[in-house]
T-cell receptor, first 117, second 112 residues
């Protein structure tokens, strides 16, 4: 049968506003998290990462917050610009009994961010 | 530094055929991972190669295979194509000691 597309969460903001994109993860063994941005027709682009032993990490205009208690990750974008319009994915790497799964990212469903001028 | 390159960028195949996609990682990167992206399933991990060995594998049928060469370039092959294999196939490379993966632009495969 016909596949049903994922219904991605959407976030619409005005240029200059701050944006907050959220992500929930389920595996307590996740030890590394990454945020990616994907523009139409392109591959995902690395934004920022954070290890599980950290709560917060800041980059240029972006901040990632990790709350391990509730298994929640967020990406904050300051002074959002039209060029920030894209789909944003969180991804995690999960440790296993055999060691950390290098090279295997487990992606969230993504959030569509639209920035209006 | 040149980014990850993937060839071809677009491909149209007929059901039952096979296809080979190519990925050249960033110079110095020894790990190459492959992902399938579809509207229905999102981004899903296929497999990862390091030093010509498959280190990790996702939950895909055996029709999906890959390999890595001594220069770290990688290929993935899909045999007996099905309509559901239509997707964007993404390759990502990373250094040995870091988790950070850099993605290529992908190969858009359409199976008719």
């Amino acid at each position: 049968g016909e596949s049903v597309g994922l219904h991605l969460p959407t976030l619409s903001v005005q240029e200059g506003d701050n944006s907050i994109i959220n992500c929930a993860y389920s595996n307590s063994a996740s030890d590394y998290f990454i945020w990616y941005k994907q523009e139409s027709g392109k591959g995902p682009q690395f934004i920022i990462d954070i290890r599980s032993n950290m709560d917060k990490r800041q980059g240029q205009r972006v901040t990632v917050l990790l709350n391990k208690t509730v298994k929640h990750l967020s990406l904050q974008i300051a002074a959002t610009q039209p060029g920030d319009s894209a789909v944003y994915f969180c991804a995690e790497i999960i440790s296993s009994a055999g060691g950390t799964s290098y090279g295997k990212l487990t992606f969230g469903q993504g959030t569509i961010l639209t920035v209006h001028p | 530094k040149a980014g990850v390159t993937q060839t071809p960028r677009y491909l149209i195949k007929t059901r039952g055929q096979q296809v080979t996609l190519s990925c050249s990682p960033i110079s110095g990167h020894r790990s190459v991972s492959w992902y399938q992206q579809t509207p229905g399933q999102g981004l899903q991990f296929l497999f990862e190669y390091f030093s010509e060995t498959q280190r990790n594998k996702g939950n895909f049928p055996g029709r999906f295979s890959g390999r890595q060469f001594s220069n770290s370039r990688s290929e993935m092959n899909v045999s007996t194509l099905e309509l559901g294999d239509s997707a964007l196939y993404l390759c990502a490379s990373s250094l040995l000691s870091t988790y950070e993966q850099y993605f290529g632009p992908g190969t858009r495969l359409t199976v008719t």
